[in-house]
């Protein structure tokens, strides 16, 4: 298939820019749209439908949690499958040729020229854009914490996956097992720390590239997708990890003092 | 004096784009301008050309270095003062206050807002600018290696310095181990690893922020300022430093084979 050498860029959705609160909220894979030029990938409706292209639930589930901490939500604005903005440009899967079973056509044989294009359409405007709410509230003295919110499918190569809500962390681990500690007690939510990945398998790029160069508090959350399959599921599951979040922050990296020094 | 709550941003300059080695080079400290908004930061001229300012030298010494290994030039281009490109908008550096026995007193007194101005209008562009040079080259599998060009200057609080090139790194010493070993082989400079400053003293932002998220290699430089302060000095250094640095690249981490996978 045509594999243009020049894309029109994405610039990443952001909302609530005006919020309040610490958290800077981020959604990597909030949708499966596949921009026009690029032919649907040579995939079909229904594959282009399935996790393999977005973390379905995830975008609803990232805005309730910051409509519930005031914080501010910056997604991606294209599948995966297009660019992966949680992976470098030199990661397989940052333009994945297979992901699961699936082949993926549209990415096979992409030239270098493409590969820049697509990092240049997709991954720099969605970091520019997460990067600018960050400084700007470090520059504010706001303490900001970074929070990735992705879902994962229940059976993954035909197999069942028991836990429900992963708990993934780089280099600081402080927030992560706050947050685990939380959600154990106070969700009944099957809980795991670095599951059904960790950093091992090079899913925090985002973590790694936007909160540890600044050392503020960073944390990746993975939800089960049947939990967050309706607007009633993806509500509740917002509702039960907003004090979840709030209350591992509040612990593990208090506010500044009122008038300390930025 | 007036702290404008916003500025206009300041695109970073950006020479040989086109470039096809490997090094992309980076210059935080390039020149001493002020915009006029900020009213020279209340600083007399014979301050603001002082080392405080800029690190005099530095500019000509990396566009050396990027003529001789076709490497692209990413520069600042405005004062260190107004805001320090390689350092994090929460550090006391970013916006100095007080930098030997200088004060800046268009940097007093800062409020937030004017913080987040400077940060958006100054460190923003020059970041965006420079990791759009680095993954764009990833992307193509260019495989590139940063390097940034500082120069300090030969007295610091009355005390002169002995060194005449400092070599520093981040977490990943692999190179500037190779530069330092390569500069005593083939110059007759007066070398040292993470001198007159090191990664303690947050002088490495920039290569923690664009060169560690993506594990490419990197390197800070200093040159001691009284050497670097003609043109024909300048070119003198390029001379001698462009083929330790393309040594120490080739040795320590060598391009990827032609046809391997990006």
């Known amino acids: 298939m045509a594999a243009p050498r020049s894309l029109s860029p994405f610039p990443a959705l952001v909302e609530r ?8 909220i981020a959604c990597e894979h909030a949708t499966n749209l596949v921009p026009d030029a690029l ?58 040729v297979k992901t ?27 970091h520019e854009a997460l990067r600018r709410e960050i400084v700007g509230r470090i520059a504010l003295g706001r303490g900001p914490a970074l929070v990735t919110v992705h879902s994962f499918t229940p059976t993954w190569f ?7 809500f992963g708990v993934i962390h780089d280099a600081d681990d402080t927030l992560a097992r706050a947050v685990a500690a939380e959600a154990q007690a106070r969700t009944g939510l099957r809980t795991e720390l670095n599951a059904p990945y960790s950093a091992a398998d090079g899913v925090t790029h985002t973590l790694r590239l936007q909160a540890v160069p600044y050392a503020i508090p960073n944390v990746m959350l993975e939800v089960r997708n049947d939990l967050i399959a309706t607007p009633a599921q993806q509500a ?15 612990g593990a990296a208090p506010a500044a003092a009122p008038g300390a020094a930025p």
Request: glycine residues 8%; positive net charge.
């Open 158 to 164: 035909g197999a069942p996956r028991q836990v429900e």
């Open 17 to 24: 820019r005006a919020a309040r609160g610490r958290w800077v």
């Open 39 to 96: 032919a649907g990938l040579g995939l079909s409706e229904t594959d282009r439908a399935a996790h393999i292209a977005w973390d379905p639930g995830a975008l609803a589930l990232a805005r309730g949690l910051a409509l519930a901490l005031d914080g501010v939500l910056v997604a991606a604005r294209v599948s995966r499958l297009v660019y992966d903005c949680n992976r470098p440009p030199d990661a397989a899967g940052a333009m994945a």
């Open 100 to 126: 699961e079973h699936y082949r993926i056509p549209g990415n096979e044989g992409l030239a270098p020229a493409a590969r820049r294009a697509r990092a240049r359409a997709v991954y720099l405007p969605f």
């Open 236 to 250: 509740a599951m917002a509702a039960a990890l907003a004090p979840v979040l709030a209350a591992a922050l509040a």
